[in-house]
Antibody, heavy 122, light 107 residues
Framework: QVQLQQWGAGLLKPSETLSLTCAVY????????WSWVRQPPGKGLEWIGE???????NYNPSLKSRVTISVDTSKNQFSLKLNSVTAADTAVYYC????????????????WGQGTLVTVSS | DIQMTQSPSSLSASVGDRVTITCRAS??????LNWYQQKPGKAPKLLIY???SLQGGVPSKFSGSGSGTDFTLTISSLQPEDFATYYC?????????FGQGTKVEIK
């Protein structure tokens, strides 16, 4: 049973860099797309980006200029950095495993981490 | 980006009701559509992938249908544990996008 456990700073000031890490337990790290999704308070879900075990990344175009996702395969961990944060970046941030089936091209997120509330306030 | 629009944004229903939620894509996405359930303070949980395939361990009262641009999630008999927010998500093209959510509340 794969489990994702995430951690990182929960309170930031404007212009600082958000940094979160997600560890993967109980399953293979290769063959998946490791993703970050965020949810502003009371709002819907926004995909931030993803990385595979080889380090290949895809980012949401709306955040691409500020986002870096990296991977540490020796620890089965992946990380998110979002720079120059503002109040608009206040959200619960989730890590999730992206499952991609090569033949069918099907893709879905399962499972998800527990979420980390990141608040940006001066 | 492909825009996903759910309707209604919220609904009130009683235990035992049959509930249907609709999701529309801004362009055709074949059957590349997933549904998630999110309870307050919890992470989303995958219910259905590929428009109609039930994720393992998900009760059969949940079903999905549709292809192209129009999709539905149906809960055949609403139970107390089903009161939650439901999201659709397109997996046709990166960047992946979600609907705005449908909150199912107790009447």
């Amino acid at each position: 049973q794969v489990q994702l456990q995430q951690w990182g700073a929960g309170l930031l000031k404007p212009s600082e860099t958000l940094s979160l890490t997600c560890a993967v337990y109980g399953g293979s790290f290769s063959g998946y797309y490791w993703s970050w999704v965020r949810q502003p308070p009371g709002k819907g879900l926004e995909w931030i980006g993803e990385i595979n075990h080889s380090g290949s990344t895809n980012y949401n175009p709306s955040l691409k200029s500020r986002v870096t996702i990296s991977v540490d395969t020796s620890k089965n961990q992946f990380s998110l950095k979002l720079n120059s944060v503002t109040a608009a970046d206040t959200a619960v941030y989730y890590c999730a495993r992206g499952v991609f089936q090569l033949v069918s091209r099907l893709f879905w997120f399962d499972p998800w981490g527990q979420g980390t509330l990141v608040t940006v306030s001066s | 980006d492909i825009q996903m629009t759910q309707s209604p944004s919220s609904l009130s229903a009683s235990v035992g009701d049959r509930v249907t939620i609709t999701c529309r894509a801004s362009q055709t996405i074949s059957s590349y559509l997933n549904w998630y359930q999110q309870k307050p303070g919890k992470a989303p949980k995958l219910l259905i992938y590929a428009a109609s395939s039930l994720q393992g361990g998900v009760p059969s009262k949940f079903s999905g249908s549709g292809s192209g641009t129009d999709f539905t999630l149906t809960i055949s008999s609403l139970q107390p544990e089903d009161f939650a927010t439901y999201y659709c998500q397109q997996s046709y093209s990166t960047s992946w996008t979600f609907g705005q959510g449908t909150k199912v509340e107790i009447k």
